[in-house]
């Protein structure tokens, strides 16, 4: 058993998509983050993985494209305690751990820094899309707007207390340059957004999806998550993913409403 890590997008690319594609929906961050890599989003000192059990055989990925946290795949147990120890000898620097709630439990248990805090979400999949009545229309936002998603972004990143600190202008630019980006429009003003990937493999997920506080209560988060589950279907998508936080009742209780169905909990732990 053993981990290998390289900075070569490709080289990882090559030895753990054909695993990662094997479960797209447990997967569906890793994938994610590898196309961001493959579009050069992540470009200050991303550091790539894959475990490899007895056989030889991929059993585990992991990436780090700081300034956001550690990602861990679907690592099994004992790959976490030697993930610990390879990345204190390369005397690699780590801020937070996300991945499964488990595994990022048995992470953060072996890290020589003590845990601050953390956040929770549950990873949903859509059933049936159910019907969404509200009033305004969704537009796919174009490049002009990049520094106002940009600083949507943001303001998505302080509330939820993930990756702040990461300028998420690069991101943003990608998803627009990719006509991911959907704002929902009402009375002229753009009052929610949304983020749908392309599908991978069958997969597409939304995320984030962020109302700004003065126009909440109204149903723009529903409507704008609405129609980009919608547009990625239409595109291909066999399954919409995305993420809640377990701490917002609200968020949960719309998208249940609008047919997505509990997957696994997943864990973001920063240390001090």
Not at 53 to 70: F, K, Q
Not at 118 to 125: D, F, H, M, T
């Amino acid at each position: 058993m053993r981990w290998t890590f390289t900075r070569d997008v490709e080289e990882f690319a090559a030895v753990v998509e054909p695993w990662l594609l094997r479960d797209p929906v447990r997967n569906t961050v890793s994938l994610t983050v590898l196309r961001g890599l493959r579009a050069g989003q992540y470009a200050e000192d991303p550091l790539m993985g894959w475990f490899e059990d007895d056989d030889g055989s991929v059993a585990g990925v992991v990436v780090h494209t700081p300034p956001y946290p550690l990602r861990i795949g679907d690592v099994p147990s004992p790959a976490l305690s030697l993930l610990v120890r390879e990345l204190i000898e390369r005397e690699r620097v780590v801020g937070a751990v996300g991945g499964p709630l488990n595994a990022a439990e048995a992470f953060a248990r072996d890290w020589w820094r003590p845990e601050r805090h953390r956040s929770v979400e549950r990873l949903y999949r859509l059933g049936a899309l159910a019907p969404c009545a509200v009033p305004g229309k969704a537009r796919t936002a174009t490049i002009g707007e990049l520094d106002e998603a940009a600083q949507w972004f943001r303001e998505f990143q302080a509330e939820a207390d993930v990756d702040v600190g990461a300028d998420p202008t690069p991101v943003a630019s990608a998803k627009i340059n990719r006509a991911e980006l959907l704002w929902w429009e009402d009375g002229g003003r753009c009052v929610a957004l949304a983020a749908a990937s392309t599908p991978i493999a069958g997969m597409s997920r939304i995320g984030p999806v962020y109302t700004p506080p003065e126009f909440r209560r109204r149903g723009y988060g529903s409507a704008v998550t609405h129609a980009a589950s919608r547009k990625v279907m239409d595109e291909g998508a066999a399954e919409v993913l995305l993420f809640a936080d377990l701490a917002n009742p609200t968020s949960n209780s719309v998208y249940r409403k609008l047919g997505f169905l509990p997957v696994a909990d997943h864990a973001t732990i920063h240390f001090t």
